[in-house]
Nanobody, 124 residues
């Protein structure tokens, strides 16, 4: 069955760094795009970053551009989110997701079929 398992969430001070990982299994990884979403306290879910099959197209939310980097290891079917210069507003539950739909708005969660359980990131 499909599994997306995140890890790496933690509590850090502002200005610090974290790297999140999401290991995928149970579906054809190479046919899907991978993305990270987050939901802060009292906020709606927002797209953080997306990487397309083969890594040819990468997208970032405006609030994280220049600070976060998405990458993946296709051999390990794992997607990463390197988060630097963290701010308190980056606090939230970070969830990875997969979709086989390459078009449309990259940040639209309704286009994603598979979701992980999420990992908590707290920046203080």
């Amino acid at each position: 069955h499909v599994q997306l398992v995140e890890s790496g969430g933690d509590s850090v001070q502002a200005g610090g760094s974290l790297r999140l990982s999401c290991q995928a299994s149970g579906y054809r990884y190479s046919d899907h795009c991978m993305a990270w979403f987050r939901q802060g306290p009292g906020k709606e879910r927002e797209g953080v970053a997306r990487i397309d099959n083969g890594g040819g197209n990468i997208y970032y939310g405006d609030s994280v551009k220049g600070r976060f980097t998405i990458s993946h290891d296709t051999a390990k079917t794992t997607v990463y989110l390197q988060m630097d210069s963290l701010k308190t507003e980056d606090t939230g539950v970070y969830t990875c997701a997969a979709t086989s739909q390459f078009g449309g708005n990259w940040y639209d969660p309704s286009r994603f079929k598979y979701w992980g359980q999420g990992t908590q990131v707290t920046v203080s």
